[in-house]
């Protein structure tokens, strides 16, 4: 089994800086890409930024130059380092993982329990 764990969300003021971390644990062989969407009430879930195992990344063009995607392979972990927040970033935010695990042949993605950002203006 393979868990997505997230932490650091919580209630920060307008302009502010949160950071996001998602540990993955369990059956894991290795992992394509981390990464993190979002949720916000009556909206679809998007994108926010995604981070390859080659050091490849991807931005929304709402975040980008204000949040940054890192890794720290050893542990597994991502992190999304959160700046001049805006109420618009208000939502769930969900850690996903594309990756094999140990006893599998081919690739699957996970999904965290997600974590709430609430930005007040």
């Known amino acids: 089994q393979v868990q997505l764990v997230e932490s650091g969300g919580g209630l920060v003021q307008a302009g502010g800086s949160l950071r996001l971390s998602c540990a993955a644990s369990?059956?894991?062989?290795?992992?394509?890409?981390m990464g993190w969407h979002r949720q916000a009430p009556g909206k679809q879930r998007e994108l926010v930024a995604a981070?390859?195992?080659?050091?490849?990344?991807n931005y929304a063009a709402s975040v980008k130059g204000r949040f940054t995607i890192a890794r720290d392979s050893a542990k597994n972990t991502v992190y999304l380092q959160m700046n001049r927040l805006t109420p618009e970033d208000t939502a769930v935010y969900y850690c996903?993982?594309?990756?094999?695990?140990?006893?599998?042949?081919?690739?699957?993605?996970?999904w965290g329990q997600g974590t709430q950002v609430t930005v007040s203006s």
């Open positions: 981070l390859t195992s080659g050091g490849s990344t």
């Open positions: 369990g059956s894991i062989f290795s992992i394509n890409a």
């Open positions: 996903n993982a594309n990756l094999y695990g140990s006893t599998s042949s081919r690739a699957h993605d996970y």
